[in-house]
Every structure is written in C-alpha cells, then in structure tokens.
C-alpha cells in the first residue's frame, strides 16, 4: 500500500464550558515532536486494521492512546485528507476528563538517537488537552481544522 493510500479513523471529544465549545487533542509522542507545538496536535487516531471498520478503529485508538474509554453517541464528521495523502475519517463525542493528570498512552520502540543502534521506548502520546475553539484552530494540524468547523456546524444546527 502506497503512502497515498493510508487510511486513519479517529475522535474527537468536545465539552462545553461556560457555554464555550473546547476540544480535546493530543501531542505525538517520541523525539521527532517533541519541541514542536503548532500544527502538530491531532485528534486521537490511527491506521485502520484489515477488515476493521473505521469507527471501531476511532474507537481502539482513543482508548489506546488516552488510557479512556470512548464515549456515545457519536457524530459523524466525515473525512479530511493531510498532507502526504492520508485520509481521516472522524467522529465527534461528548465527554470530559482531567487528561492532564489521567493520560496513559501506549508506547512505541524505534532507534534512538539515529544510527546509535539504541532503542527506546516512547509515549505514542506525550500531552493532552481541552483547547478552546480558537487555540485548538493554532495547534492541530491544518487539514483537521475542517473537522472542528464541521463538529461546530453540526452543534449550532437547530434539533
């Protein structure tokens, strides 16, 4: 499967404060992030597993890289497309949690620092927060602000 090809499912929590929608992001993990802020946050979301439908993908990976089990219902928001071809399908839910002190990713391996022949271990995700709409706008990547406009089409659409 070719880069263009990959293909991820994710979540995107969301809560009200004071009657101001905040989203939920997460911070890669790992060295190559590590001192990077704006554009690099993302919703929780990985690569799809053969034959695993896409919003059981969004729900695995939240609860793996958040340690919190996914809430319901959900909204659809569609998919986007990032930069290097990849496509994001995403869900919306309601929920709330204090990630700052509750955050349990999984972990992955890879060499490091380059061709030192060590290996070590990394958060799949290092930091998570509730960012207002505007903050959260600055911090994730560009091509995912589509899915926060569309969570704030849905919520202002008359029941």
Same mark, same amino acid.
């Given at each position: 499967?070719?880069?263009?090809?990959?293909?991820?499912?994710?979540?995107?929590?969301?809560?009200?404060?004071?009657?101001?929608?905040?989203?939920?992001?997460?911070?890669p993990g790992g060295p190559y992030a590590a001192k990077k802020d704006r554009g690099v946050w993302s919703?929780?979301?990985?690569?799809?597993?053969?034959? *695993?439908?896409?919003? !059981?993908?969004?729900?695995?990976? %939240? @609860?793996? #890289?958040?340690?919190?089990?996914? +809430?319901?219902?959900?909204?659809?928001?569609?998919?986007?497309?990032?930069?290097?071809?990849?496509?994001?399908?995403?869900?919306?839910?309601?929920?709330?949690? *204090?990630?700052?002190? !509750?955050?349990?990713?999984?972990? %992955? @391996?890879? #060499?490091?620092?380059?061709?030192? +022949?060590?290996?070590?271990?990394?958060?799949?995700?290092?930091?998570?927060?509730?960012?207002?709409?505007?903050?959260?706008?600055e911090k994730i990547n560009v091509r995912q602000v589509a899915l926060i406009d569309r969570l704030l089409?849905?919520?202002?659409?008359?029941?």
């Amino acid at each position: 499967m070719g880069r263009s090809n990959k293909v991820s499912a994710g979540l995107m929590m969301y809560r009200l404060q004071a009657g101001m929608v905040e989203v939920f992001l997460i911070h890669p993990g790992g060295p190559y992030a590590a001192k990077k802020d704006r554009g690099v946050w993302s919703i929780p979301k990985g690569e799809i597993e053969p034959d *695993e439908p896409l919003e !059981e993908t969004a729900v695995r990976e %939240f @609860e793996e #890289e958040t340690g919190k089990p996914a +809430g319901s219902p959900r909204i659809s928001l569609g998919s986007i497309r990032q930069r290097g071809g990849k496509t994001v399908h995403a869900w919306a839910f309601e929920g709330d949690w *204090e990630a700052d002190r !509750e955050l349990v990713s999984n972990t %992955f @391996e890879m #060499e490091w620092p380059p061709r030192s +022949g060590q290996m070590q271990v990394f958060p799949e995700v290092d930091k998570a927060q509730f960012f207002s709409i505007a903050e959260a706008k600055e911090k994730i990547n560009v091509r995912q602000v589509a899915l926060i406009d569309r969570l704030l089409a849905w919520l202002s659409a008359p029941s």
